[in-house]
T-cell receptor, first 115, second 109 residues
């Protein structure tokens, strides 16, 4: 079975540009999570979806960040405009049920560098 | 107080020894507990889950949970150099996991 698929693997762009990160969850998984990982703050939950509906976006740092899940097999995380402090590794994860049932499976991540 | 506390390490152990990784958490409502291993430059990979007090063994790994003390640990027996990685503790409540910042383990030959 294919795992969680993220694209691109690496992204380098200049400050002020729009950045779009993409994620395809494991088929049949109802939950999708977006995380950001930095050395200083570790792995932070940004937002998660259940059955394509955003449930908790309290981790989204500011209005420059937005996430959508138009269908069960695709989600995007957008940053507009991007800033150097957004440089991090962004992970997408999915799970078949809520955390009390099954663990989360992570994609390979997108390493984002904002110059 | 952080929601999940782990010693950042590095924890250095010789090959063949037992590595003991510890984690405390603040949310008493946490129902499930996971240990993830993350190699440098890679994504977190699940290695253990535990849901009730006591010990759970899987191969060389043993997870221990004490909900009254809000403490969870991971023991790695017969440590190998390939176990060198960062280990993330992640308690879960309802749908979410809260990750600790991880303990870096180094196993030297």
């Amino acid at each position: 079975d294919a795992g969680v698929i993220q694209s691109p693997r690496h992204e380098v762009t200049e400050m002020g540009q729009e950045v779009t990160l993409r994620c395809k969850p494991i088929s049949g998984h109802d939950y999708l999570f977006w995380y950001r990982q930095t050395m200083m703050r570790g792995l932070e939950l940004l937002i998660y979806f259940n059955n394509n509906v955003p449930i908790d976006d309290s981790g989204m740092p500011e209005d420059r960040f937005s996430a959508k899940m138009p269908n069960a097999s695709f989600s995007t995380l957008k940053i507009q405009p991007s800033e150097p402090r957004d440089s991090a590794v962004y992970f997408c994860a999915s799970s078949p049920t809520g955390v009390s049932g099954q663990p989360q499976h992570f994609g390979d991540g997108t390493r984002l560098s904002i110059l | 107080q952080k929601e999940v506390e782990q010693n950042s390490g590095p924890l250095s152990v010789p090959e063949g020894a037992i590595a003991s990784l510890n984690c405390t958490y603040s949310d008493r409502g946490s129902q499930s507990f996971f240990w993830y291993r993350q190699y440098s430059g890679k994504s977190p990979e699940l290695i253990m889950s535990i849901y009730s007090n006591g010990d759970k063994e899987d191969g060389r790994f043993t997870a221990q949970l004490n909900k009254a003390s809000q403490y969870v640990s991971l023991l790695i027996r017969d440590s190998q150099p390939s176990d060198s990685a960062t280990y993330l503790c992640a308690p879960g409540n309802t749908d979410k996991l809260i990750f600790g910042t991880g303990t870096r383990l180094q196993v030297f030959p």
